[in-house]
Structure formats: structure tokens, C-alpha cells
Nanobody, 124 residues
Framework: QVQVVESGGGSVQAGGSLRLSCVAS?????????VGWFRQSPGKEREWVAI???????MYTDSVTGRFTISKDNAKDVWSLQMNSLKPEDTADYYCAARLMPWNCGRDHTFDFWGQGTQVTVSS
């Protein structure tokens, strides 16, 4: 059974930085991986933020390109989202998710395992 746990959320002023981490216990990466960060703010639908895949590399939604970086610690199978130059509109609950099948990895594909989320608040 795969268990996804996020950490690293918090409150920061606009222009600041936060680093989110994600551990997916039981997620086998020997044949590949597809992990993404998503976010949802009150009254809005959940949106994808960034995805990392052993085949396709990294993908970012337009609003975070150049500010956020998704990465994988190969030694520890920990996925991170480095968020710089944060804006108030980045305020949301951030979720890490993993896809069972590492191929066909992208925003339009199903992610099977989800964490409980971590809150990020950016004040102006």
C-alpha cells in the first residue's frame, strides 16, 4: 500500500520561498516514477502545479514556470517542490500525488495515490 505524506507548508510574505517535501512509502520507483504537485484554494478547482517523470522530465503549469522547481532526491526517493518568488495567488493547499504507472505521465492522466495536503499561505 502506498502512503503519501507532504511536509513543509507554512506562511510566508510575498517574494519569499518555501520548500515542500513528499515521501511516498511503498511506491516502487525501480521501473520509473510519475509524481506531481497539485494545489487547491478555497472556491477553486484543484489544479496541477508541477510533475516529474523519469521519461519526460519536469513539467510546470504556466503560472509557476521560472519560480517553482520540482525535483527528486535519488538517494532517498523524496520529491520536493522549491517555491521561490511566492505570490499571494499561490496561497492554497498543496498535494503530492503519485501515479501507479510511470508511463503516460502528465496533467491529463490519473494519479492514484494522494497525500493529505499541506497548507501554503502567502501574504502581501
Amino acid at each position: 500500500q502506498v502512503q503519501v505524506v507532504e511536509s513543509g507548508g507554512g506562511s510566508v510574505q510575498a517574494g519569499g520561498s518555501l520548500r515542500l517535501s513528499c515521501v511516498a512509502s511503498g511506491y516502487t520507483t525501480s521501473t520509473g516514477y510519475c509524481v506531481g504537485w497539485f494545489r487547491q484554494s478555497p472556491g477553486k478547482e484543484r489544479e496541477w502545479v508541477a510533475i516529474i517523470n523519469n521519461l519526460r522530465g519536469t513539467m510546470y503549469t504556466d503560472s509557476v514556470t521560472g519560480r517553482f522547481t520540482i525535483s527528486k532526491d535519488n538517494a532517498k526517493d523524496v520529491w520536493s517542490l522549491q517555491m521561490n518568488s511566492l505570490k499571494p495567488e499561490d496561497t492554497a493547499d498543496y498535494y503530492c500525488a503519485a501515479r501507479l504507472m510511470p508511463w503516460n505521465c502528465g496533467r491529463d492522466h490519473t494519479f492514484d495515490f494522494w497525500g493529505q495536503g499541506t497548507q501554503v499561505t502567502v501574504s502581501s
